[in-house]
């Protein structure tokens, strides 16, 4: 990265951050441009030379938190999405400490960040993210279980809201229980007790 091209990220890391900042305290719609370059130190032709508009930065800052997250993930778990059709089913379940722990350490280091998005979910367009996640991961892994396909949808719905129901309730709670406990607490509500059912998933 050149001196040119570092000065660029750091500014708009500045705006990114910014916006969430001001996300904590009221809706999108009534954040203004004014505020985002008082609140990042930046002038308006500083803005205007990176966004056209405020949706422009908050596509940038929603790019900004999933690129966040996904250093969370070795690459070895990254490069799975690409072989869900040659991979054995043990590797497709998800309700691992392998794949549940990356997601948690994320969630715990970027607590307040995680409360912004989740009370401004219709602004991140979450259910925009959801279909991207929907048509390249969650509908070819659940096509290797056999899942009936006009069920799926209902199936994942299911799924991720309960999950993100523990994480909430974990923040609220400042997240005082351990990464490993809340990752026991979700596969149990995920895949019950039922030692067969997680022999089948495992196999």
């Not at 205007?48 to 790019?63: F, I, P, S």
């Not at 979910?121 to 390249?136: A, M, Q, T």
């Not at 290797?144 to 994480?167: Q, T």
Request: proline share 1%; aromatic share 16%.
């Amino acid at each position: 990265m050149t001196k040119s091209e570092s000065k660029y990220f750091n500014t708009a890391q500045k705006m990114d951050n910014a916006l969430l900042e001001l996300l904590e305290k009221k809706d999108f719609e009534y954040i203004t441009i004014k505020e985002i370059c008082k609140k990042a130190d930046v002038s308006r032709s500083t803005f205007y030379l990176h966004y056209q508009n405020t949706r422009d930065l908050l596509d940038e800052t929603a790019r900004y938190i999933l690129d966040g997250f996904m250093d969370y993930f070795t690459d070895e778990k990254k490069l799975i999405t690409g072989g869900f059709s040659d991979c054995s089913l043990s590797e497709l379940n998800f309700m691992t400490e392998k794949y549940l722990m990356p997601f948690l350490q994320y969630f715990r280091e970027n607590k307040r960040l995680f409360k912004t998005m989740m009370s401004n979910s219709v602004s991140f367009d979450f259910n925009g993210i959801y279909e991207r996640l929907f048509k390249y991961v969650f509908n070819p892994v659940l096509s290797r279980f056999d899942f009936p396909e006009k069920e799926r949808h209902y199936v994942m719905r299911f799924y991720l809201s309960g999950i993100f129901a523990v994480i909430m309730q974990w923040v609220e709670e400042n997240c005082e229980k351990s990464d490993e406990d809340i990752a026991g607490i979700i596969t149990t509500c995920v895949l019950g007790k039922n030692k067969e059912l997680k022999k089948l998933i495992d196999r």
